[in-house]
């Protein structure tokens, strides 16, 4: 069974930095999309950032690409997630979500079928 789990959430003052990290696991194949997703307090899930298994190759939403970094470590099936420049409206829960495809560019605006737990980022000083 595909399973995800994030870590490396916490309390950051802004300006600073985080690296977030989603350990896959149960994989049937590469065809896969792990995307990057956040839900700040009293807002709806938004999606920031995916990466094709298979390929390496990144997708970002337009209003974020300038402060994440979507990278992964393909043998381990782990992506993370790197902020720079936090800031207080970066503060959410952060999950990170499977879906499978065989196309090679992916989209965080897909159906992704699979999630983690989530971790908390809180952005204060």
């Known amino acids: 069974q595909l399973q995800l789990v994030e870590s490396g959430g916490g309390l950051v003052q802004p300006g600073g930095s985080l690296k977030l990290s989603c350990a896959g696991s149960?994989?049937?194949?590469?065809?896969?999309?792990i995307g990057w997703f956040r839900q700040a307090p009293g807002k709806g899930r938004e999606g920031i950032s995916c990466?094709?298994?298979?390929?390496?190759?990144?997708t970002y939403e337009d209003s974020v690409k300038d402060r994440f970094i979507i990278s992964m470590d393909g043998a381990k099936k782990t992506v993370f997630l790197q902020i720079n420049n936090l800031k207080p409206e970066d503060t959410g829960v952060y999950y990170c979500?499977?879906?499978?495809?065989?196309?090679?560019?992916?989209?965080?605006?897909?159906?992704?079928?699979?999630w983690g737990q989530g971790t908390q980022v809180a952005v204060s000083s």
């Open positions: 990466v094709k298994l298979s390929t390496g190759t990144p």
């Open positions: 149960g994989f049937t194949s590469d065809d896969y999309a």
């Open positions: 979500a499977a879906a499978y495809t065989r196309q090679r560019v992916c989209n965080v605006r897909w159906e992704y079928d699979f």
